[in-house]
């Protein structure tokens, strides 16, 4: 993967499943790869090396404006 890469839901260790930048619109930033590890900028500004044979899905976490779209009012249909 390139450099600036973005992506989500982040394996920390090999085969337990994606735990970082889970949640709708979080992205972390691929800003560094040295020997077996890569340096990932996290949502919350952490940087944290990973190791490169754990697995990640490019790109953002769909759906994300759905805090901004209006629900109507209490008690009302639609």
């Known amino acids: 993967m390139p450099l600036g890469m973005t992506m989500h839901n ?11 930048a889970r949640a709708t619109g979080a992205v ?9 590890s890569a340096a990932l900028k996290l949502p919350s500004r952490e940087v944290r090396l990973i190791s490169k044979n754990c697995s990640a899905t490019v790109e953002q976490v769909g759906n994300v404006g759905v805090n901004q779209k209006s629900s109507g009012r209490a008690g009302s249909k639609y």
Request: aromatic content about 0%; overall charge positive; glycine content about 20%.
């Open 28 to 36: 972390a930033k691929l800003i560094a790869k040295e020997g077996k």
């Open 10 to 20: 982040i394996e920390t260790t090999l085969g337990r499943g994606g735990q970082l």
